[in-house]
């Protein structure tokens, strides 16, 4: 089976720029998920998909992150316009069910790197 | 709010040796508790979680972790070392009851083993 599928892997833009991420789930798995690790912090949750709706977006630090999950397949997170700040590494994960106790499978992350 | 802290940032143990990572949480009812390691370039795994019942749960690559409810902590063990262990592990609560699954992870622990 394959795994959580994140790209690109690395991406490096100017500020003001637009990035789109994207994240491609473990097949048949409804629930997605968007963490953002900024550097020295501890991994921070952005939103929750369950197949095409956003369940929990409590987390999105502002208007100028959109993600899309169209036909509940794979997910994009874009960045518009992107300020430092928004460097980091995004992981996005999927599970099976969304409750508290399904374990979540991650990808590898992308890292953004915003000059 | 749930939360979660992994008070050592750096640990460093000589192969072979005796590990014990430590993480203490905050969560008004019983917590679902996961594990997860993170090598270089690579994502989030998954070694171990607790839900319920034994207290004394054992993961992949011989890893296992005790839920003390009075101390409210999940610490991490391994009774030997080996230098494919040095990686970043990070401690996460999972929302229970009705609440959906997003993690709440602590700062992360870097394990350096020297051989």
């Known amino acids: 089976e394959a795994g959580v599928t994140q790209f690109p892997s690395h991406s490096v833009i100017e500020k003001g720029q637009t990035v789109t991420l994207r994240c491609d789930p473990i097949s048949g798995h409804d629930n997605l998920y968007w963490y953002r690790r900024v550097m020295g912090k501890e991994i921070k949750f952005l939103l929750h998909?369950?197949?095409?709706?956003?369940?929990?977006e409590s987390g999105m630090p502002n208007n100028r992150f959109l993600a899309e999950r169209t036909g509940g397949t794979y997910s994009t997170l874009k960045v518009q316009p992107a300020e430092l700040e928004d460097s980091g590494v995004y992981f996005c994960a999927s599970s099976q069910g969304g409750r508290g106790n399904q374990p979540q499978h991650f990808g590898d992350g992308t890292r953004l790197s915003i000059l | 709010a749930q939360s979660v802290t992994q008070p050592d940032i750096h640990i460093t143990v000589s192969e072979g040796a005796s590990l014990e990572l430590r993480c203490n949480y905050s969560y008004g009812a019983t917590p679902y508790l996961f594990w997860y390691v993170q090598s270089p370039g690579q994502g989030l795994q998954l070694l171990l979680k607790?839900?319920?019942?034994?207290?004394l749960v054992q993961g992949i690559k011989g890893f296992e972790a005790e839920f003390k409810r009075s101390q409210s902590s999940f610490n991490l063990r391994k009774p030997s070392v080996h230098w494919s262990d040095a990686a970043e592990y990070f401690c996460?609560?999972?929302?229970?009851?009705?609440?959906?699954?997003?993690?709440?992870f602590g700062q992360g622990t870097i394990l350096t083993v020297h051989p």
């Open positions: 998909f369950v197949k095409e709706s956003k369940q929990d």
């Open positions: 996460a609560v999972g929302a229970g009851g009705t609440s959906y699954g997003k993690l709440t």
């Open positions: 607790y839900f319920s019942g034994d207290t």
